[in-house]
């Protein structure tokens, strides 16, 4: 992918970059599971939809902007830079509930549903994960039988993201048991507010539901909610994780490495860049950032709209989890102590199964400050202390770092900091 910016780009960035300017909102994302953060959300979206700058990647046959690939990189390249808030309870919607309805779903679902996700109206989750057979989307066991003109669905769901705040959930179950692993499932349009369905937050050790359980108990869900036809739902689940693998993510890894080029200009301005530890584990640091962004765009440059993921979808994944929990993430971040002017390290991406996220990452809002929060990371609030529950680890991570110092010899170097 050729990301040499011509003039066309140039003026692309700065019409985003004031925009962003002059609409992202001043005040935090709430620090509540309640009503208001909902709210929220549903404000910054219909922002961005008045702006127009609501479904960027979708065509203009469906409402959207239908920018081109290079156009999404620089909207979400200035989306985290302006450090605005993310999708939180669009997410699902927007990453790939809108464009697998787009892909797969009938000229009735996309005119009906796709209009009230751009407004902002209609928070989506999904409902893959289930409690017996985790992310492995084959062993599914949550049952959808047709009985007339409805689909009775039974069973339950897990690790199912915002639940709580959701009016639909894409949700997939086993129409027919004798199909074999990869047949006789069915991708369905869940109405989260039908009579049968259970939905119960499950507390985090924080003190946030970041997921929900959900159990169906007889749920009748119309047959018209069927996207691309009973039986064929593993297809459709496919173009499901093709999307969640696009541009759509963009941001989470992108601010990691605003993250990064922030710790090291902190560590610059404070001399710490001085220490020659400091200035190796931070130069790691880096690295894995540049590296990060150039598997993200050589990802989103290689999916193919309604495809299965490639094997660059887990490689890219793997990648950006080992670094973010990595004890060098850790040391560095503790190496270069507390940075006031830092945006929180972006949370958790989605797993295989889509569901899975560990909330969503607001860039620059202060990640945990709320439900949005991430796990298994260090984590800072604005005034620059660490989370509680890191405290411990981080002063361990601190303690090896200085016996590493320590037996390190004079004059041994890293990597290079531009």
Not at 349 to 372: E, K, L, M, S
Request: glycine share 12%.
């Amino acid at each position: 992918m050729d990301m040499e910016q011509g003039a066309e780009l140039t003026e692309f960035r700065e019409e985003a970059r004031t925009w962003l300017q002059e609409s992202v909102p001043r005040q935090a994302r709430p620090r509540t599971s309640g009503p208001e953060l909902r709210a929220f959300d549903e404000h910054w979206q219909r922002l961005q939809y008045d702006g127009g700058w609501a479904g960027i990647a979708w065509d203009r046959a469906y409402g959207g902007r239908g920018l081109s690939l290079l156009q999404q990189i620089i909207w979400y390249e200035e989306l985290v830079r302006a450090g605005a808030p993310g999708a939180g309870v669009f997410g699902v919607a927007f990453a790939h509930a809108g464009p697998t309805l787009i892909a797969r779903g009938s000229e009735r679902q996309q005119q009906y549903y796709l209009p009230r996700i751009l407004r902002g109206e209609t928070p989506w989750s999904q409902g893959f994960s289930e409690p017996e057979a985790g992310s492995d989307l084959a062993a599914l066991r949550c049952r959808g039988v047709v009985d007339g003109d409805d689909l009775v669905v039974t069973g339950a769901k897990i690790w199912t993201t915002y639940a709580e705040h959701s009016d639909y959930g894409e949700l997939l179950v086993r129409t027919d048991p004798a199909a074999g692993r990869h047949g006789g499932m069915t991708w369905v349009i869940m109405d989260m507010h039908l009579p049968g369905i259970d939905i119960r937050p499950i507390m985090s050790m924080d003190g946030w539901p970041h997921n929900c359980e959900v159990f169906y108990d007889d749920v009748r869900v119309p047959l018209a909610n069927v996207v691309g036809g009973v039986g064929d739902g593993w297809a459709v689940a496919m173009s499901t994780l093709a999307a969640e693998r696009g541009p759509g993510f963009l941001d989470v890894r992108l601010a990691r490495v605003v993250f990064v080029d922030e710790l090291v200009q902190h560590a610059r301005d404070t001399g710490k860049l001085a220490d020659e530890a400091v200035y190796a584990e931070l130069a790691e640091l880096r690295a894995a950032a540049a590296a990060l962004r150039s598997m993200a765009y050589y990802q989103v440059s290689a999916t193919v709209p309604g495809q299965v993921p490639g094997p660059e979808t887990t490689a890219v994944r793997t990648f950006f989890s080992r670094s973010r929990a990595g004890r060098s993430t850790s040391s560095a971040i503790s190496s270069a102590s507390a940075c006031s002017g830092c945006r929180d390290e972006p949370a958790a991406v989605p797993g295989p199964g889509g569901d899975g996220r560990r909330g969503a990452y607001v860039p620059g809002r202060g990640a945990a400050a709320g439900p949005g929060a991430g796990a298994g990371r260090p984590r800072r609030d604005w005034r620059g202390h660490l989370a509680p529950v890191r405290r411990a680890r981080l002063a361990r991570a601190g303690a090896e770092r200085a016996v590493r110092r320590a037996r390190r010899r004079p004059g041994r170097g890293g990597h290079g900091l531009p």
